[in-house]
């Protein structure tokens, strides 16, 4: 067993039990608090697979900002903790149900598709900043011009939407 | 040997995990968190599959680096919908948010 499957383990482990805290909790703030280690046990996984940049935005967006969001939403509304409330429906079985079948079909697929093999011998590109930043101004470039036109409306209609009127 | 596979699978778990918090919770903030857990889940699809299936293109990061900064647009937008639910109907419970239903 090398090192690196045991780290693996180690972070789908951590990512896979935050998770889980994070949709069974009944204290929501802990829920909340949670999102934490289940967003770094993923920043691990693209640690591993060679995707550092991603990583350090996953830990400045998600980890950072995200959550805090998300804590502030909780505190801006009704019931804090939200332990005096019932926090789940009546459809907990069948919901479970429904994503213990989500799962099952989505492990089977994967588990059953041949994959194509990886191209052998070319050595693949380092994914430095500089190099993901050229393929974004370059082949992707209408992909990153909607994507900021997307994030100046959402901007502008979060502010429209949480605004109070008067 | 550590494959594709692996990571397929957690994501997989991962996705199914947010598919029970949004089906299941009634506070609206959590069905939020559980749609955070799926678009990370997906995320670490693309990046898998950058790393396993096409290493040479980075489509699959810059992917997934779009959908991040796409999540963070529907975590702003979401969480202000959130107010101002609850500062014209007095609640964040989604089963109770139901003046729209016939």
């Known amino acids: 067993v090398s090192g690196e499957t045991v780290i693996f383990y180690l972070l789908a482990a951590i990512t896979l039990a935050s998770g889980a805290v994070v949709v069974t909790s009944s204290n929501i703030v802990h829920a909340a608090a949670a999102l934490v280690p289940a967003f770094l046990g993923v920043t691990g996984l693209y640690i591993l697979l060679n995707a550092e940049f991603v990583a350090g935005i996953q830990v400045l967006i998600y980890a950072g900002a995200i959550t805090v969001l998300i804590l502030f939403a909780i505190m801006l509304t009704e019931g804090g903790t939200g332990l005096g409330g019932r926090q789940r429906n009546e459809q907990a079985w069948a919901g479970a149900v429904v994503a213990a079948c989500m799962a099952g079909l989505l492990i089977a697929v994967a588990g059953r598709s041949a994959w194509a093999p990886p191209p052998a011998g070319a050595t693949p590109p380092s994914y430095t900043p500089g190099a993901i930043g050229q393929s974004f101004l370059r082949q992707n470039i209408l992909v990153f011009e909607g994507t900021s036109i997307v994030l100046l409306v959402s901007l502008m209609g979060a502010i429209l939407i949480a605004r109070r009127e008067d | 040997v550590l494959g594709l596979t692996h ?47 096409a290493p040479q293109a980075m489509q699959g990061q810059v992917f997934a680096l779009i959908v991040i900064t796409l999540a963070a647009c529907e975590a702003a937008v979401g969480l202000a919908l959130v107010l101002a639910a609850y500062r014209t109907l007095e609640t964040v419970y989604v089963d109770e948010i139901n003046i729209m239903k016939w």
């Not at chain 2, 968190?33 to 990370?40: I, W």
């Open chain 2, 7 to 53: 990571y397929l699978v957690v994501a997989a778990l991962l996705f199914a995990l947010g598919l029970f918090a949004v089906v299941t919770r009634r506070n609206s903030v959590t069905i939020l968190m559980g749609v955070e857990l799926m678009l990370n889940a997906a995320n670490i699809n693309l990046v898998a599959f950058n790393k396993y299936a």
